[in-house]
């Protein structure tokens, strides 16, 4: 059975560029453009790891991570931050603080980017 990755991004260049490498190396993959969309996604898809952008409108990564740990259907999903920002340039909105099992800054290499994934996941795509 196929890995499945979900990227919430909201920037429709590096979803498509994400889709297509994580596609390439055998990886199910869903994309959401926001954070109330990526809630959805995640409780419906069943990803096995989320890709996760901080910046995004209606709500953002902070807020949908926090979401994500508190749903009985979510909160064991890894997720892997992918932002523009270090950790320490965007705290998180008191309140909104929860877990996350990796931390990536954009531009993100391809090479690291499906190192870290296979890290998470221990496990080839298939």
Do not use: C, W
Request: glycine content about 6%; hydrophobic content about 40%.
């Amino acid at each position: 059975m196929l890995k499945k990755i979900l990227v919430i991004e909201d920037n429709l260049d590096t979803t498509s560029v994400m889709r297509t490498v994580l596609e390439r190396e055998g990886y199910s993959v869903m994309t959401a453009l926001d954070g109330e969309k990526g809630l959805e996604s995640a409780r419906t898809f069943h990803p096995d790891v989320i890709l996760l952008d901080l910046m995004m409108p209606i709500m953002d990564g902070h807020t949908t991570n926090h979401h994500l740990k508190k749903d009985p259907l979510t909160k064991n999903i890894p997720v892997i931050v992918v932002s523009a920002h270090s950790e320490a340039e965007r705290p998180a909105t008191p309140g909104t603080a929860a877990p996350i099992d990796g931390y990536l800054i954009k531009p993100v290499s391809t090479k690291l980017l499906l190192a870290k994934i296979q890290a998470i996941l221990g496990a080839s795509p298939k």
